[in-house]
């Protein structure tokens, strides 16, 4: 599957951003998918993960009750609703799905995030 992820931008803290990624194939529905971020120097953390038919997610506490993933499989997106957005948020924002369980071995290309104060 490749995915292509958009939505990124600039804005202040407290404001709000979507994000979208877009799977290609036929059984898109079938992927387990997240969104991660990754901040110059720090490694990178996952933000939000969905399983294939949308019924289950997971957050980390750092972004629980501000962070909603969501996806459309008839679309084939993914979506990352972000609220409330923090400076601390300003990360390159990737897409990535895997098939089963294991490890997310496809990627999106990323997508800038910049919080100000």
């Known amino acids: 599957v490749q995915l292509q992820a958009s939505g990124g931008g600039l804005v202040e803290a407290g404001d709000s951003l979507r994000l979208a990624c877009v799977g290609s194939?036929?059984?898109?529905?079938?992927?387990?998918m997240a969104w991660f971020r990754q901040a110059p120097g720090k490694a990178r953390e996952i933000v939000a993960a969905?399983?294939?038919?949308?019924?289950?997610?997971n957050y980390p506490d750092s972004v629980k009750g501000r962070f909603t993933i969501s996806r459309d499989n008839a679309k084939n997106t993914v979506y990352l609703q972000m609220n409330s957005l923090k400076p601390e948020d300003t990360a390159k924002y990737y897409c990535?799905?895997?098939w089963g369980g294991g490890e997310y071995t496809y990627w999106g290309q990323g997508t800038q995030v910049t919080v100000s104060s």
């Open positions: 990535a799905a895997r």
């Open positions: 194939g036929p059984k898109f529905g079938r992927y387990g």
């Open positions: 969905i399983n294939g038919p949308g019924l289950s997610t």
